[in-house]
């Protein structure tokens, strides 16, 4: 059984910075397509930032574009989100997913994924 641990979350100032982390077990990483999601109190579940399987193809929600990075190591399992020029509106909790399908393409609707961590809380102060 697949599992995905995130940590980084935390309280910060708007303006600062944030690296999230998740750890994939039980399934090949670097076979995985992996995504990044937020959810902000009353809201639904939104798409951040997704990556292929070798970290050559990424792809972010308009939100954060020029502001976030998703990136991966594949020899830690890890896949991480760099948040940069952090915002009151990022408030939310971060979720990793899995996608397992066999497209190359990476994609930001949550059905496409397989797996999903517990998340972990970004609170934003401004």
């Known amino acids: 059984q697949a599992q995905l641990v995130e940590s980084g979350g935390g309280l910060v100032q708007a303006g600062g910075s944030l690296r999230l982390s998740c750890v994939l077990s039980?399934?090949?990483?670097?076979?995985?397509?992996m995504g990044w999601f937020r959810q902000a109190p009353g809201k639904e579940r939104e798409f951040v930032a997704a990556i292929n399987r070798s970290g050559g193809i990424t792809y972010y929600a308009d939100p954060v574009k020029g502001r976030f990075t998703i990136s991966r190591d594949n020899a830690k399992d890890t896949v991480y989100l760099q948040m940069n020029s952090l915002k009151p509106e990022d408030t939310a909790v971060y979720y990793c997913?899995?996608?397992?399908?066999?497209?190359?393409?990476?994609?930001?609707?949550?059905?496409?994924?397989?797996?999903w961590g517990q998340g972990t809380q970004v609170t934003v102060s401004s």
């Open positions: 997913a899995a996608d397992y399908s066999l497209s190359v393409d990476v994609t930001d609707r949550l059905d496409d994924y397989n797996y």
């Open positions: 039980g399934r090949t990483f670097s076979r995985t397509k």
